[in-house]
């Protein structure tokens, strides 16, 4: 585990200077047919250069897909190179893959996905929840691997709500679930391959909370719910703040009962080569896994 040192309440340093305040994007996209997403990145703002080792962040905001007997979801498709994240608010989904792995993200819990040398993977919406339908909100993240990784043995971290680390405000005003990093002293449940901060933070209005993150970690925050004032700026439902790798202090007070993901990390300097699921670093590293998923390497998934 890296540990990821972020003091609370501490107002000694510069603040976390904000590159940009990115709106909801304008047009939603549908990945299969039970994800309704925004994406903010990789697609915006000079975005891989202010938020690297995290490479992709689709959104699916509360959505009602009404009841259906046949389970809405991502058919199999392959991944390889990176890690998925995958954080329940509402809803429930199950997993299936091709190293026999299975399991249901229930709500407020987090599914950490190292797909590394590569697999195949299915993803739908949890069979009794689809059999009622009903509110459904959903984070996917993507993250990096360093070069010296990117092909360990694929694995997955299940992370239950009920196990995940805690901080609470005092008189009730909010919490913070510490999915990956320390906040306060308090260490989150995911082990990370490069130096990662993942916080759920809920505060309720007027709520204030502050965190030092370091300033050479690139760093944003994703507004689920509600609106706050950020380092001095008002920040709406659905916008998603990004930082420069300028100061270490970032100050949240909340303008109404709300509900944010902040995300920080070392970048990962090295280069990248993408096409969709596989992240290698070179061209032909992805010929590689374009040939070894042809080739049926990734194992067989119905």
């Not at 190293?99 to 739908?124: C, F, R």
């Amino acid at each position: 585990m890296i540990k990821c040192l972020l003091n609370f309440n501490d107002m000694t340093k510069a603040p976390k200077k904000i590159e940009a305040i990115l709106p909801k994007p304008m047009q939603y996209g549908m990945v299969g047919d039970g994800f309704r997403v925004y994406n903010y990145f990789p697609n915006g703002y000079r975005i891989r250069e202010f938020i690297s080792p995290f490479l992709m962040l689709d959104y699916n905001p509360t959505f009602d897909f009404g009841p259906s007997e046949q389970p809405r979801g991502v058919d199999v498709h392959p991944h390889k190179g990176f890690e998925t994240v995958t954080i329940a608010y509402k809803g429930s989904v199950a997993h299936h893959d091709s190293k026999g792995n299975s399991g249901i993200i229930h709500p407020g819990d987090v599914q950490w996905m190292t797909a590394g040398a590569g697999i195949l993977h299915k993803e739908y919406h949890e069979k009794e929840f689809s059999k009622k339908g009903g509110p459904f909100e959903m984070v996917q993240l993507w993250v990096n691997l360093p070069k010296k990784d990117k092909l360990v043995e694929p694995h997955y971290q299940a992370i239950e709500g009920k196990d995940m680390g805690q901080f609470k405000l005092e008189e009730g005003k909010g919490s913070v679930n510490i999915i990956a990093g320390n906040f306060n002293g308090i260490k989150g449940s995911a082990n990370t391959y490069t130096e990662i901060n993942l916080f759920d933070i809920r505060l309720q209005e007027a709520a204030a909370i502050n965190f030092d993150v370091p300033a050479e970690h690139n760093c944003g925050i994703l507004m689920i719910d509600g609106a706050a004032e950020i380092n001095g700026k008002r920040t709406m439902q659905h916008e998603f703040v990004l930082f420069a790798r300028e100061g270490e202090n970032i100050d949240i007070k909340a303008i109404d009962n709300c509900t944010i993901l902040l995300l920080s990390g070392i970048p990962i300097l090295e280069p990248i080569a993408q096409y969709g699921p596989f992240v290698m670093n070179t061209k032909e590293e992805l010929n590689i896994a374009f040939e070894e998923f042809n080739s049926g390497k990734f194992g067989v998934l119905n």
